[in-house]
């Protein structure tokens, strides 16, 4: 069975600064997708970024990007110049052929101003 | 943009009561899903639903919980004799058909209580 492990609970950064939330997952698919969602304290579940598993490039969007490392199955996000709206809980997820999406369990990022 | 809408935004019943969880998906959507988080853990899957039917469901989702899509808008999740333990935020979901890059998009949940 797939599973995503967030192994970091909580994070904490610096305005300004840019931090990695590590992700790791596992599966014995070839095909399938990761993402990242940002829950803010509206408890809404917000999209930040995906990548696709056969594209070796990595995505990014805006100050949001991710580090894809296919063999070992790691899925890190990166947010650079951090702001004070980033402070969120952000759930690493997985989706292969079967259509629903495994989340991890939440890394709570606290942004210090 | 599109939303997925989900009312009420907070639900309180009593336990041993029956609930219904109603949420209006993104109109060309044809994947709906459930998902819950119970305050402070990980979101859960509960069940996912294409073409009228049931595509998948979590150990969660036992014979106290239902799903249906009445009409060509609405997709409602019931839940039968409410338990202490289903206090959660239940998060509904839909996404395009075709392809494992769309992303779900989330309704900004219902918050049930159960007392």
């Known amino acids: 069975a797939q599973t995503v492990t967030q192994s970091q609970p909580e994070m904490s950064v610096q305005e300004a600064e840019t931090v990695t939330l590590s992700c790791t997952y596992d599966?014995?698919?070839?095909?399938?997708?990761l993402f990242w969602y940002k829950q803010p304290p509206s408890r809404q579940m917000i999209l930040v970024i995906r990548?696709?598993?056969?594209?070796?490039q990595n995505a990014t969007e805006n100050r949001f990007s991710v580090n894809f490392q296919k063999a070992a199955k790691s899925f890190s996000l990166k947010i650079s110049d951090s702001q004070l709206g980033d402070a969120a809980m952000y759930f690493c997820?997985?989706?292969?052929?079967?259509?629903?999406?495994?989340f991890g369990k939440g890394t709570r990022l606290h942004i210090l101003p | 943009e599109p939303e997925v809408t989900q009312t009420p935004s907070h639900q309180v019943t009593q336990m041993g009561q029956e609930v219904i969880l109603r949420c209006v998906p993104i109109?060309?959507?044809?994947?709906f899903y459930w998902y819950r988080q119970i305050l402070g853990q990980k979101v859960e899957f509960l069940v996912s639903?294409?073409?009228?039917?049931?595509?998948?469901k979590s150990e969660i989702f036992d014979d106290q919980f239902s799903v249906e899509r009445p009409d060509g808008s609405n997709f409602t999740l019931k839940i039968r004799s409410t338990k202490l333990e289903d206090s959660a935020m239940y998060f509904c979901?839909?996404?395009?058909?075709?392809?494992?890059?769309?992303?779900?998009?989330f309704g900004n949940g219902t918050r049930l209580t159960v007392t």
């Open positions: 979901a839909s996404s395009e058909p075709g392809a494992l890059n769309s992303p779900l998009h």
């Open positions: 599966t014995s698919e070839s095909d399938y997708y």
């Open positions: 990548q696709e598993a056969y594209k070796q």
């Open positions: 997820a997985y989706r292969s052929g079967d259509d629903k999406i495994i």
């Open positions: 109109s060309n959507h044809l994947y």
């Open positions: 639903f294409y073409n009228n039917e049931i595509s998948e």
